[in-house]
């Protein structure tokens, strides 16, 4: 299948939601639904594939090794990108005592052809270490590798391009965080006059540390990219305890924005960046601008959550 239409994002559309308080205050709300590009792969797990998926191919690589814990988004993103490319691909996990049938995330990476590997924690530790990558190139030899979470140069690049199907102008966007490599795509790439907000879904995490090197790696230059990085809004207060951490609160959210609003959301990322902004919007500094939301997507794995613990949070309508 070609590149273009492998990594087409036309289905996701700008969904633009009227929540009474804030159109009130003349504040409008567009919502990028990037969890509408495919129905199981994250949204944005697409975007930070597709340079990395490029490069493979043009270095004729013989395959793609990259690394995910047990409900990695970014495992069967990549399991899906390869078996669609006829690339062969291994993912390597954490955790030696897991196996393919553990959990329905992997079993479906392995159907689709990803040969899993279980790495123990400590090995597994290593994962972004120059030393221990050469180590599993020895057993795959000429293989692409990409970093958990699609989290390089690659993937930045890969998430610049949402600016382009943005037809507005934006005031101010949010985006929630995990590796960093959305937002710094986001933030790197944002028309000078958009403020970005970033929500962190990782407890103790060190945004600015992060976003900066990773743009390093894009600006080359320390005082740019300490620039840029100065420029981002962190909002640290809304990971509710911590990576996949939520509680009867945020899954109310999640109820009420699928039914009052027909946003479908996630409790690991985008329902705590949602949330978090609109107690940020509740600050009258924000009136009579337009605000825009990123939905990087994540459906699939909250709805596994959600059968796990026998609870419902995109209830069928009509
Ligand atoms: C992976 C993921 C994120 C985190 O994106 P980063 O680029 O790692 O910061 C956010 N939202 C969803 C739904 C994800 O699957």
């Not at 998430?159 to 966007?173: F, L, S, T, V």
Request: net charge negative; with cysteine; proline share 4%.
């Amino acid at each position: 299948m070609a590149q273009s239409a492998l990594f087409s994002t036309e289905k996701s559309i700008l969904q633009e939601i009227q929540i009474p308080r804030l159109s009130a205050r003349g504040i409008r709300i567009l919502v990028k639904r990037d969890d509408l590009i495919h129905p199981v792969v994250s949204g944005n797990k697409w975007r930070k594939l597709k340079y990395n998926l490029e490069q493979a191919m043009h270095k004729k690589s013989a395959g793609i090794f990259t690394f995910g814990g047990a409900f990695s988004n970014h495992l069967v993103a990549t399991a899906h990108a390869c078996q669609q490319a006829v690339i062969p691909c291994v993912g390597f996990v954490r955790g030696d005592e897991l196996s393919s049938d553990a959990n329905e995330t992997l079993q479906m990476c392995a159907d689709l052809g990803m040969q899993l590997r279980f790495l123990s924690r400590a090995s597994y530790a290593m994962r972004n270490d120059k030393q221990y990558i050469d180590s599993l190139r020895q057993e795959y030899p000429a293989y692409y590798s990409i970093p958990e979470g699609g989290a390089n140069y690659y993937g930045l690049i890969g998430c610049q391009e949402i600016w382009g199907e943005i037809p507005y102008k934006i005031d101010h966007a949010f985006v929630a965080q995990g590796t960093t490599t959305t937002s710094c795509g986001l933030l790197s790439a944002k028309p000078a006059a958009t403020r970005l907000h970033v929500i962190p879904v990782l407890k103790g995490f060190d945004a600015m540390r992060e976003m900066t090197s990773l743009l390093r790696w894009f600006y080359m230059d320390d005082e740019i990219t300490h620039e840029v990085v100065g420029e981002a809004v962190i909002h640290s207060d809304y990971h509710f305890g911590g990576y996949a951490q939520y509680d009867r609160e945020l899954v109310q959210f999640m109820h009420e924005m699928h039914s009052e609003y027909d946003v479908p959301l996630d409790p690991i990322y985008t329902a705590k960046a949602f949330y978090g902004m609109l107690q940020v919007l509740a600050a009258p500094d924000y009136d009579n601008q337009t605000v825009m939301f990123y939905h990087s997507g994540g459906l699939q794995g909250g709805a596994r959550i959600a059968q796990r613990e026998g609870l419902e949070w995109y209830p069928s309508k009509g």
